[in-house]
């Protein structure tokens, strides 16, 4: 597997928060799962063996040294466990939790590209399901819901008609359950006309394949826009005040722009 530099940077930095995360057990676990099924295992990552040992041994408060541990033990072999790892698993806190993993993400097929099936609920990939531990620390999966903000900050924005000063926006995205994602972009920006400041709230609904890159990967969108108060105002504080979009909302506004459902908030 080649990976880019880019890739490379996100992969230290998911490595370096959970070579930092340290305390409640269940936390640290789906932390580590989490990784392993956006980045595959610690001997996919590493060709060096000196990288690779220390990834694996490193201490077990750490959430890291949990996926370290399962590397250990399982020998991080698909194919062959060293003997004695179905014994271990019968005791091991840990290791059936990556295990589960390791099945389901058979079961999805590395990118659902490869003869996997995406989830028969939502359609989507397993990196877009929220993990979790059961009681008993087995792995278990939910398909994600509500919307989560794309970037956790307010962007600055330029050139909106009639804009004055300086305009921000939000991004959140959703679900959709046909496989494919709602991006809702929220910008913020004040005109004002006869001395009297006005904050507008210029929303873009936008169905695509990939809720990082909206633009490059729309099937289709459409837009609205509200008045939202008085000025002067503060547009990276309104962007980042803003609670962000409802199934209401999408609902009211964006039938037009796409057919499929958002992903139910409480069945799956
Ligand atoms: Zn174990
Ligand atoms: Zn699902």
């Known amino acids: 597997m080649t990976i880019t530099e880019e890739k490379q940077q996100e992969i230290n930095d998911a490595l370096d928060e959970l070579a930092h995360m340290i305390g409640d057990f269940r936390e640290r676990l789906v932390a580590a799962g989490e990784f392993l099924i956006a980045y595959g ?41 060293p003997a004695g790892f179905a014994e271990h698993l019968t005791w091991c806190e840990i290791c059936p939790f990556f295990e589960d993993i390791v099945q389901m993400i058979e079961e999805f097929g590395a990118d659902n590209e490869d003869g996997g099936q995406p989830c028969e ?58 496989g494919t994602f709602a991006v809702v972009t929220c910008t913020f920006y004040q005109s004002r006309s006869s001395g009297t400041y006005q904050l507008w709230r210029d929303d873009e609904y936008t169905v695509c394949t990939d809720p990082s890159l909206p633009g490059d990967t729309e099937i289709v969108s459409g837009g609205m826009k509200f008045s939202v108060g008085a000025g002067p105002a503060n547009t990276y504080d309104a962007a980042l ?28």
């Not at 199934?247 to 069945?267: K, N, S």
Request: negative net charge; glycine residues 8%; hydrophobic residues 35%.
């Open 41 to 81: 295992s610690p001997a996919d990552i590493y060709s060096d063996p000196a990288d690779l040992t220390a990834v694996q041994f490193f201490p077990a408060q750490f959430a890291l040294g949990l996926l370290g541990h399962w590397s250990v033990e399982s020998g991080d072999e698909r194919d062959q466990p």
């Open 121 to 178: 609920h939502c359609h989507h990939k397993l990196l877009w399901h929220q993990l979790f531990a059961t009681e008993k620390y087995r792995a278990r999966i939910d398909c994600k819901r509500g919307w989560e903000r794309v970037e956790p900050e307010p962007t600055p924005v330029s050139g909106i008609p009639g804009q004055l000063g300086e305009a921000h926006e939000g991004r959140w995205f959703a679900l959709l359950n046909d």
């Open 241 to 268: 005040r803003w609670t962000g979009p409802t199934a209401q909302i999408w609902q009211t506004y964006a039938p037009a722009v796409g057919e499929a459902l958002l992903v139910p908030e409480t069945d799956q």
